[in-house]
């Protein structure tokens, strides 16, 4: 019953097919994490606002973003985001958005993750930090940049690399988009060659063991950090 | 310098102070005490408008801090604070705590910010420590650290929140000399405080607060020297802090 692998997929050809697709997994991955923080930070500092139109859009973003299947944001963003684009920029219909709208859709699903660990660093700071800060004369913006999100961004950095990891395991969800992820190419070949389920339980090892590595990396970040 | 003028505060339904009037004069010390939940913090914090107030007014050097068209950050810059839990940043060295709000605030140089933030330093006796972090300090050492930093803004007035509340016994004299020294020099101050001892040796008024209200405003010698004239409330809490 014993499965026959067949190892002469993992020939130099594939793998380098594979690579280009892991770049493209990665781009989103940096991109969703990058602008997921940026956004989520503004997002967090928006709920926590006492300016309360800012905090109920806040809320219903993160509300809305978190009731609703990945997969199906990254296909309305496929099918919407494009049109747009090509309309807004004049674009010809023949320009490939796949990559962009797969991008904005995650980095905007991304913040709404993130800006709920942040809002939760924040409040982790203490109050007394706010009153020190604001007592030697800070504004607002200061107070936060200076003084509270430097001390909530070291608290929150193991949670915010683990939500990265998540992320990089969600990029295979661009396949509804036919973007040609890792995971994606691995499809491709997999189909081609007729082996669909080696290339599969290839691509799994591979996602296995990167996530496995890199949450590692985030434990040991995370002993170090609360020493 | 510090005038507070019928001011009231309410969480909720709870009220926090009720018609507190009292002032402070330039070089003046004056300090607060009472029963814990008596308002004397929330008192102290509503001077620089950390904490806001629902009724009255509060003017500091002559600068209304109720009014909303006040630049309260510029009024915070000139009132020094210290906390009862040092709130030093423990993300900074010890150097970049005294800097920080002169640069970004002040608007100073680095290098001027550091020579100023290194003489504070040596004043209170701590100038080996510059390169630490705070949490590599005794409380003692990060409350003086934190004295420094209010020292730092060049303040017109300082204000101590239970400066010594939450020290190790061995610890709070280090902390009570840097502020008889301070006294001694003329700063005016406002202090919460249950130190008695410190109360006799600098203070010129002692305010004792209960319940949100403030019950006695006397000058030192009057308040300590003729004990059968005080209020029973203050009397009950001075028998029971000065005789253990």
Not at chain 1, 38 to 44: D, K, P, Y
Not at chain 2, 63 to 83: D, W, Y
Request: charged letters at 20%; proline letters at 3%; a neutral charge.
């Amino acid at each position: 019953m014993a499965y026959e692998f067949d190892f002469s997929l993992i020939n130099p050809a594939n793998m380098k097919v594979l690579g280009e697709g892991m770049v493209v997994s990665l781009e989103i991955t940096l991109t969703g994490v990058l602008v997921g923080i940026v956004w989520g930070s503004i997002l967090a500092m928006m709920r926590l606002s006492s300016v309360r139109p800012l905090s109920w859009f806040a809320e219903a973003y993160v509300t809305v973003c978190r009731s609703i299947p990945l997969v199906m944001v990254l296909l309305w963003f496929f099918l919407i985001v494009p049109q747009l684009l090509q309309k807004t920029f004049n674009l010809s219909a023949a320009t490939d958005l796949r990559m962009t709208s797969s991008l904005i859709a995650f980095s905007l699903f991304e913040a709404a993750y993130c800006s709920e660990i942040i809002r939760a660093g924040i409040q982790g700071v203490s109050r007394g930090q706010l009153f020190a800060a604001q007592a030697l004369g800070m504004h607002y913006g200061q107070v936060m940049h200076l003084v509270i999100l430097p001390q909530a961004f070291r608290n929150m950095l193991p949670l915010l690399l683990m939500q990265g990891i998540i992320l990089f395991q969600d990029t295979s969800l661009v396949y509804v988009s036919a973007l040609a992820d890792f995971f994606g190419r691995a499809y491709d070949i997999g189909e081609r060659d007729g082996r669909t389920v080696d290339m599969l339980l290839f691509a799994g090892l591979v996602y296995f063991v990167i996530c496995f590595f890199a949450s590692r990396v985030v434990k040991r970040l995370h002993k170090k950090a609360f020493i | 310098m510090i005038e507070i003028n019928n001011v009231s505060k309410a969480y909720g339904a709870f009220q926090v102070l009720t018609d507190c009037t009292t002032q402070v004069a330039k070089g003046e010390v004056v300090v607060v005490c009472g029963p814990s939940g008596s308002g004397k913090s929330t008192l102290i914090k509503t001077i620089n408008g950390l904490e806001p107030i629902q009724k009255g007014e509060i003017l500091v050097n002559g600068t209304n801090v109720c009014n909303p068209k006040t630049n309260l950050s510029k009024l915070r810059s000139k009132v020094g604070m210290v906390f009862q839990h040092f709130e030093l940043f423990p993300h900074l060295t010890i150097t970049e705590n005294l800097t920080l709000g002169q640069i970004k605030v002040l608007g100073r140089s680095k290098d001027e910010a550091t020579d100023k933030g290194l003489k504070l330093l040596e004043r209170v006796g701590l100038k080996t420590q510059a390169d630490k972090h705070p949490g590599q300090l005794s409380g003692g050492q990060q409350q003086r650290v934190a004295i420094a930093r209010a020292l730092s803004m060049d303040p017109v007035a300082m204000l101590f929140d239970e400066p010594t509340s939450a020290l190790d016994p061995e610890m709070i004299n280090e902390v009570l000399d840097v502020m008889v020294e301070l006294a001694r020099e003329g700063m005016t101050m406002m202090c919460v405080t249950h130190e008695m001892g410190f109360a006799k040796k600098v203070a010129h008024r002692v305010i004792f607060m209960d319940e949100g209200r403030i019950l006695e405003d006397t000058p030192k010698d009057e308040f300590f020297g003729n004990v059968d004239q005080r209020t029973d409330r203050a009397k009950q809490f001075l028998s029971r802090i000065l005789h253990h």
